[in-house]
C-alpha cells in the first residue's frame, strides 16, 4: 500500500492520504491488498471545528471537575448545616408542643379568673387586684411567624428562657389562684351561712334590747326583733342551715329554730304554718313558714332572733 502526497511516495501498511485542493480536503483511504482505495471530500473549515469542540469538551471538563473537587470540599460543611437545620426543627417542633401546652395553661387560668371574678362579686370583693398579681414574658417571642423568620441558635434559646419564666409564672399564678379561690369559697360559705338577709318583708315595730313590755307594761330585755307583716306572709331563711326545731312553745306559738355554721341560730316565732321539717337542711332565701299571730301576741308579726355561740345578738347589726 502507498500514500501519494505532493508528488513523495511513502510506503505504510493502512494510512490516511490527505490533499488540499481549493476549500476542501480529499482524504484517501488505501487497504491492504488488492481492495479498492475509498477517497472522501471533506469541508476545509471542519478541521477547525474539531479543535473547537476539542477544546470546548476540554473546558466543560475542567470545570466539572473543578465544580466536583469544590463540592466535595464543601460536603462537611454541608453535612453539619443539615445537621443543624435538623436540629432547629426539632427544637421548634418542641418549642411548638411547649407553646401549645403554655397556651393550655393560659386559657386554664383565664377560667378560673372569671370563676374568682364571679366568686368575688359574690363575696363582695369586686376589686382582685389588690388580691393577686401576675408578670410575663416576651409576647414577641412566641409569635410562630417571626420564629420560623429568625430562626437560630440565640433566638431559640432566648425563646426557651422567655417559656420557662412564662411556665414558672403560670405555675405562681395557680398557687395563687388556688389560695385565693379558697378563700373566696370560704368567705362564700360565711356568707352564706351568716344571717344576712330580712326574713320577711314588713316593717320593725320592735327593736332588738331593752323595752317597756306590752303586756305587762314593765322593762323586760327583748332578744330579738319584731317585724309586722301582714298574716300568711311568706317567711324565708336568712342563711343556709339546719331545722333542729319545729313545733310549739309557750309565749311564742309557733317556732322555728335553725342551726347555721359559725355558731349561728335563728328562731322565728308566732307562725301560721310551717313549710319546713325538723331535720332538714334548707338553702338562703328558702320559704320556712308563714306569718301569723300564734302564742302571745298583739298582732300579726315575726318575732326574729339570731344567737352566736348561744348569745343573743341584735339580727340588724348582720345586715348589709
Not at 419564666?165 to 360565711?190: G, H, M, P, V, Y
Request: hydrophobic share 40%.
Amino acid at each position: 500500500p502507498i500514500s501519494h502526497m505532493d508528488g513523495f511516495l511513502h510506503p505504510m501498511s493502512s494510512i490516511w492520504s490527505v490533499l488540499l485542493f481549493s476549500k476542501r480536503f480529499t482524504v484517501l483511504l488505501v487497504p491492504d491488498g488488492t481492495d479498492r482505495v475509498k477517497q472522501f471530500s471533506l469541508p476545509k473549515v471542519l478541521p477547525v471545528l474539531a479543535v473547537f469542540l476539542l477544546a470546548g469538551f476540554a473546558f466543560l471538563s475542567f470545570g466539572v471537575i473543578k465544580e466536583y473537587r469544590s463540592l466535595k470540599a464543601k460536603a462537611p460543611r454541608m453535612a453539619q448545616l443539615e445537621a443543624e437545620n435538623a436540629l432547629q426543627q426539632k427544637q421548634l417542633i418542641q418549642m411548638a408542643c411547649r407553646i401549645d401546652a403554655v397556651a393550655l395553661d393560659m386559657a386554664g387560668l383565664t377560667k378560673q379568673d372569671k370563676k374568682l371574678k364571679t366568686l368575688a362579686r359574690q363575696v363582695g370583693a369586686d376589686d382582685m387586684g389588690k388580691f393577686r398579681g401576675m408578670g410575663g414574658s416576651d409576647a414577641g417571642l412566641l409569635n410562630p411567624e417571626e420564629n420560623l423568620r429568625k430562626a437560630d441558635g440565640k433566638l431559640v434559646r432566648a425563646m426557651h428562657n422567655s417559656l420557662d419564666n412564662l411556665e414558672s409564672t403560670i405555675d405562681q399564678s395557680r398557687e395563687s389562684n388556688a389560695e385565693l379561690e379558697k378563700f373566696l369559697d370560704d368567705q362564700k360559705t360565711l356568707l352564706a351561712s351568716t344571717p344576712s338577709i330580712w326574713p320577711t318583708r314588713g316593717w320593725l315595730s320592735s327593736r332588738f334590747g331593752y323595752r317597756t313590755s306590752p303586756f305587762t307594761e314593765k322593762r323586760e330585755f327583748h332578744r330579738g326583733i319584731d317585724i309586722s307583716a301582714r298574716r300568711g306572709a311568706p317567711i324565708l331563711s336568712p342563711a343556709n342551715g339546719l331545722v333542729i326545731f319545729n313545733g310549739w312553745k309557750r309565749g311564742y306559738g309557733r317556732v322555728i329554730i335553725m342551726k347555721h355554721a359559725r355558731g349561728f341560730k335563728t328562731k322565728y316565732a308566732h307562725l301560721k304554718k310551717f313549710l319546713v321539717k325538723k331535720g332538714q337542711h334548707v338553702k338562703k332565701g328558702t320559704k320556712i313558714g308563714l306569718v301569723g299571730r300564734s302564742g302571745r301576741t298583739t298582732g300579726s308579726h315575726l318575732h326574729y332572733e339570731v344567737h352566736l355561740n348561744n348569745a343573743p345578738v341584735n339580727p340588724l347589726s348582720l345586715y348589709p
